[in-house]
């Protein structure tokens, strides 16, 4: 994972709103993993950034108009390998804590091994069409 967001529901709204703020103002995008880490202690974010401080970081925007180009952001099939590996039977706990939220705390449904492989498969195809968004 190129990113690690400590799971907690306070951090994942401090991350979110970090990202409100490069979408409201490009000029404050981090360019290397340098700036990411500084924005990222700067904002009380626990996270891991892979790499060196001198790794190079771009951040896109979608381009939303309907006459632009249509980007599909998929992952790499390492990165996918690396997610699938972690889908076992069970509550499905690849999906961040802050989801419980919308739940009311309700249990995570026990899935059999197959539906949680299909459960996981699901979530990298919606991504990959609802702009994460």
Known sequence: MRIQIVDDNDNWLKWGNLVQMWIDDGESRPTDVRELRAQLNGK????????????????????D???????????????RDAKMATVGPGPYANMPLFYDIAFAGAARANLSAQEARDFAVRRIGEYSVNECC
């Open 44 to 63: 009380g974010i626990k996270a891991e950034v892979a790499g060196a401080d001198d790794r190079l970081v771009q951040i896109q925007s979608y381009d």
């Open 65 to 79: 108009s309907p006459d632009g180009t249509l980007v599909i952001m998929v992952p790499t099939s390492g990165m």
